[in-house]
């Protein structure tokens, strides 16, 4: 019935009239709710990015406020260091100069050293081949402790009891006299040693006196048949005090008659080195 009573009351031209008005404005409503969505899509957008920016805020304001804090770490702990350079810096670079010169000074001994050990070998080497292919037990060329050590058996060198150096001995000693006095800034010591057995003869009172007429005795060789220079001699007894082996055997006791000839250190270069490093 309605239909009809519009129809009735609306002419044709107004229906349509009406009917374009209400497509315009239904096509301005649909416009404005896509407005109205883009909008609030925006506003969305922008809530998320306003979120950000403040959590990005927030985070500079936290370096900001560390970074205030380690300035002011920093100027106290500059300021701190101010006092000590003022104070100390010229002791500092002192001892910091003294570090450097002590740690030269090492490196330089340690090179001497290495080169006096070097000079040793050469030396040890050049006896040993002198004397050729004799016996451990009749002579031993060792260095221990960077000293030079030439120990000649009693049996090869003497008479039992006696302190005439046996011809053998004699050429030994020749060889050994060959090798020390191409080196002539070398010194170097005779010891005469005993076992334990207690000796008396003729002016001989005890072991003492057998030791250093020995050792005496190789050092007047050396000087009076092969040259050497007296002035780099030395010549000790040292009895029975200064066992290799234990006395309570035979091979003992005769390890122990020996004569040790010491390639001294050259201490005076030594302290000659180290007073040139002080000074």
């Not at 030269?104 to 001994?109: F, G, P, R």
């Not at 092969?226 to 309570?248: H, I, T, W």
């Amino acid at each position: 019935m309605m239909p009809i009573l519009l129809l009735s009351c609306v002419s044709s031209k107004q229906y349509k009239l009406l009917q374009g008005r209400y497509s315009s404005l239904d096509s301005t409503n649909s416009g404005l709710r896509s407005d109205l969505k883009g909008c609030e899509d925006r506003n969305a957008e922008a809530g998320r990015q306003k979120s950000l920016a403040d959590a990005q805020i927030q985070k500079l304001n936290e370096q900001i406020a560390f970074l205030k804090e380690n300035n002011t770490t920093v100027v106290n702990q500059l300021k701190d260091l101010s006092v000590i350079s003022g104070a100390q810096a010229e002791s500092i670079k002192k001892s910091l100069d003294n570090i450097g010169a002590k740690d030269a000074y090492i490196q330089d001994l340690q090179k001497s050293l290495a080169r006096k050990d070097s000079l040793n070998m050469a030396l040890v080497m050049n006896l040993k081949g002198a004397v050729g292919n004799m016996q451990d037990e009749d002579i031993n060329i060792k260095v221990d402790k960077g000293v030079v050590y030439i120990d000649i058996s009693d049996k090869m060198l003497f008479k039992s009891g006696s302190y005439d150096i046996t011809d053998r001995a004699k050429e030994v000693l020749g060889k050994v006299a060959l090798v020390v006095k191409n080196q002539p800034d070398i010194e170097f010591m005779v010891e005469g040693h005993t076992d334990n057995v207690a000796f008396k003869k003729g002016v001989l009172l005890d072991n003492w006196d057998l030791s250093v007429k020995r050792a005496t005795a190789v050092v007047r060789v050396l000087q009076n048949q092969y040259g050497l220079d007296p002035a780099r001699m030395a010549a000790a007894g040292r009895s029975e005090y200064k066992p290799v082996a234990s006395n309570d055997t035979p091979d003992g006791k005769a390890a122990n008659r020996r004569t040790r000839i010491i390639i001294l250190p050259q201490l005076d270069q030594f302290f000659k080195l180290l007073e040139h490093k002080e000074s």
